[in-house]
């Protein structure tokens, strides 16, 4: 069939508009894609300060200090576990950090870390009412004796971390010309009714011990770090812990201050939601706990982490418990007065239903408040992800 040049011309001219419609519709939904994803990826101005002051004070300090304090989700150090080794395999390790003798206070804890001891002890928690001192750990010990040991080996299963220096706090009560003596550095003290002291120590590199003799020992805070560049990842959990059990403890400010820490991570706020649930009061006793951090590390930044969702068991049905959203808004009504930043750790999970979803992959106890160990550890991995963000 015969096509005239003119037609063909028309044509051309015709799939050439086509073309460029095509092409221009193309440039504007790019455009349109390009700007929904900056706005998508926009961060808050309370990320960047945080992205930015990661930075400066890295470059100026070689040594970066993270204190995480939490509830018994943090106490068996599963979740904290996991951040520790990912985030000091990335940026290189300062040490363990905190530790402590869980199974002298017949506690669950750490298996990273193997406590013995040839005399027995008590326990004091700040849940509880309690006769004794009791540290930053939250748990503290007291000899029944007044004269023994603690030994203790670190390293013991996969998380290893190299340390070279100790700070041990601690007090003797009814002291008597009584010692500490740990790796071979020595105290002495006259008679006083009551001796509260720290003392540096050099580690052992297959065990170490504490020694002491001449009044009931009360073991507070014990620290394991060395003097390489990298990460200090500190972290402690009680039981039953709440905002307002950590406010009480006399010493909390006291041993704060031993730590120094640059980054202080709070997981508090599941125990709350299973109680009777007062705004007010919640608000109040989250405001004096900041208070209480900022005073005495008045250079630290805080990460708030909301606390998932939890179920109760209600006419033989696990019933969802919203008191954990009036939990989840308060904490996140600090964000914007402090300059804190916030780490939704439920809309890491995946949001709403997520303990449901993370229940039928094996992750969940059987409460429906805590999570198995395997569930915690993925946890940990995206709490990872997220300081990960934050120090690139």
């Known amino acids: 069939m015969y096509v005239s040049d003119s037609v063909r011309k028309c044509s051309t001219v015709y799939l050439f508009s086509i073309l460029m419609r095509f092409l221009y519709i193309l440039i504007f939904l790019s455009s349109c894609f390009k700007s929904f994803s900056q706005s998508s990826i926009n961060e808050s101005d309370s ?30 150090n599963n979740l904290s576990g996991v951040v520790r080794f990912s985030i000091q395999k990335k940026y290189w390790s300062s040490g363990r950090g905190l530790i402590f003798p869980y199974t002298l206070a017949k506690t669950n804890g750490p298996k990273d870390v193997k406590f013995s001891s040839n005399v027995e002890w008590e326990n004091a928690w700040i849940t509880k009412p309690h006769q004794f001192n009791i540290g930053l750990t939250g748990i503290s010990i007291r000899s029944k004796s007044e004269q023994g040991n603690v030994k203790w080996k670190s390293g013991v299963d996969s998380l290893h971390y190299p340390c070279s220096e100790g700070l041990l706090s601690f007090e003797i009560e009814d002291c008597k010309d ?44 014990l620290i394991e770090k060395n003097s390489s560049p990298g990460v200090v990842y500190h ?22 201050g031993l730590f120094n820490p640059d980054l202080i991570i709070i997981s508090l706020g599941t125990n709350e939601s299973v109680k009777t649930w007062n ?41 969802y418990n919203d008191r954990i959203d009036y939990v989840r808004t308060s904490l996140s009504s600090f964000e914007n007065n402090r300059n804190i930043l916030l780490y939704d750790q439920q809309k890491a999970m995946g949001g709403t ?40």
């Open 47 to 76: 990320l960047k300060d945080f992205k930015h002051w990661i930075d400066s004070t890295r470059d100026v300090k070689s040594q970066f200090t993270i204190l995480h304090i939490g509830d018994s989700h943090i106490q068996p």
């Open 178 to 221: 009584c010692a500490v003596i740990v790796n071979g550095r020595k105290k002495i003290y006259g008679t006083n009714p009551s001796i509260m002291d720290t003392i540096q120590f050099p580690m052992g590199l297959d065990s170490n011990k504490i020694e002491f003799y001449g009044g009931k020992f009360v073991l507070l805070d």
């Open 235 to 256: 972290s402690t959990g009680v039981a039953g812990a709440t905002f307002q059990t950590y406010i009480q403890n006399p010493l909390f400010q006291r041993e704060l």
């Open 279 to 319: 705004q007010a009061k919640f608000e109040s006793e989250v405001s004096a706990f900041l208070n209480l951090l900022m005073s005495k590390a008045p250079n630290s930044k805080i990460i708030i982490v909301l606390p998932n969702e939890n179920y109760q068991l209600k006419n033989n049905q696990w019933t």
């Open 353 to 392: 239903g997520c303990m449901l979803l993370w229940e039928t992959k094996g992750l969940v106890n059987k409460d429906h408040i805590h999570f198995l160990k395997k569930g915690y550890q993925e946890q940990g991995r995206l709490l990872f992800k997220f300081l990960d963000e934050l120090f690139k």
